[in-house]
């Protein structure tokens, strides 16, 4: 141990055991999936990220080795562990220079977004020499001022290769790109056994498994169109959940970057219209459903229907608000009357 230290310590990286671990130290082969929790720490005690309550939640880390993770340091301290160890590995400034932007993916899936949200068409280390936001002050900062970071890791299991399924984050391009029909197909089932939150889950992995590949390509090229049409057909049906969900500014939003893109695109027009139909907003949900029926006029009593149900609630919601408001400046009460002692 105190040979592995040295060698830590020549690196730039100082370890202080916590709490030893159990067992002998693995081997950690390439493919070797390593579970633990993690807390980022600037040298003053500022805590910036911490896995046990990231997002509202208690998710701990999973890296499989060997996979080139952003941020290689970790790679390089937990196979200086043993299951359930704890340490604190202080580290240099060279090893932490893009933990900004694996903090910022880190932060967007533990809320639910989509990992890449807000990262730019470049390399990690063009990012770090730009002037762009990531969205959060604190990251904007160390992303501006690098420095050494305190990461207290607690191993919790290390599963060697072979053991377990591969997440889509730990797969190959070409392992994820065969993947997302599977993910399509069970999301389709599931939203037919009714089981829509499920089904958007899978939507959503979908989705952001391909615009991970998207990200690799040029945007308009010809790889970058062929994974656009792939996202479509995922992102409307993300959207039908979300409108059975109640989600309609989220879909709405969807449905206009679609559009924006193909604006001939009747399914995307369809929902956005109920969309706005279910938060009143009546103008924009009668111009979606005018161009709905002049692209696919067979579509035209199910406009009708919809027309007829956003018509209903408005009549029913004018009602409410007269009923309301009904007595409000009449003058029925018996007027003051003055006294005089």
């Known amino acids: 141990m105190e040979e ?4 830590l310590l020549e690196e730039g990286i100082q370890k202080k055991l916590v709490s030893p671990g159990r067992g002998e130290l693995s081997a950690f082969p390439d493919g070797t999936k390593v579970v633990f929790h993690y807390r980022t720490s600037q040298c003053d005690g500022t805590v910036l990220d911490d896995s046990r309550k990231m997002g509202g939640h208690c998710k701990p880390m999973e890296l499989i080795l060997g996979k080139k993770f952003k941020l290689a340091v970790w790679e390089r301290v937990v196979i200086t562990m043993r299951e359930g160890e704890i340490a604190d590995f202080t580290c240099d400034p060279k090893h932490t220079a893009l933990y900004p932007l ?15 949200e807000g990262q730019r068409h470049c390399c990690g280390i063009a990012q770090i020499h730009s002037h762009h936001s990531l969205g959060h002050q604190d990251l904007d900062h160390l992303q501006a001022n690098p420095q050494p970071l305190i990461f207290t890791i607690e191993l919790l299991e290390v599963l060697p290769p072979g053991s377990f399924q591969l997440d889509m984050w730990a797969m190959t391009d070409k392992e994820k790109l065969e993947l997302v029909p599977q993910i399509h197909e069970e999301g389709n089932t599931l939203f037919k056994q009714g089981q829509i939150k499920q089904a958007t889950e899978k939507y959503y992995n979908g989705i952001a498994c391909l615009k991970n590949l998207q990200m690799k390509e040029h945007p308009g090229d010809e790889a970058w ?3 656009d049409h792939m996202i479509t057909p995922l992102l409307l049906n993300y959207c039908q959940c979300q409108l059975l969900q109640g989600q309609y500014y989220e879909v709405i939003k969807h449905c206009s970057s679609l559009l924006f893109k193909y604006d001939d695109n009747v399914k995307a027009l369809y929902k956005r219209g109920k969309a706005h139909a279910a938060v009143w907003n ?18 035209a009593p199910s406009v009708a229907k919809e027309l007829r149900a956003m018509e209903e609630k408005i009549r029913a919601k004018e009602k409410e608000e007269k009923g309301r408001y009904k007595g409000l400046f009449n003058n029925d009460r018996p007027p003051a009357t003055a006294t005089t002692g």
């Open 225 to 227: 169109i062929k994974l």
């Open 4 to 7: 592995l230290a040295r060698k």
């Open 282 to 299: 009546e103008t924009e949900a009668r111009a979606d459903f005018a161009k709905v029926v002049e692209l696919d006029p067979t579509l």
């Open 102 to 116: 694996v903090s910022q993916s880190l932060r967007n899936i533990s809320v639910g977004k989509d990992p890449l």
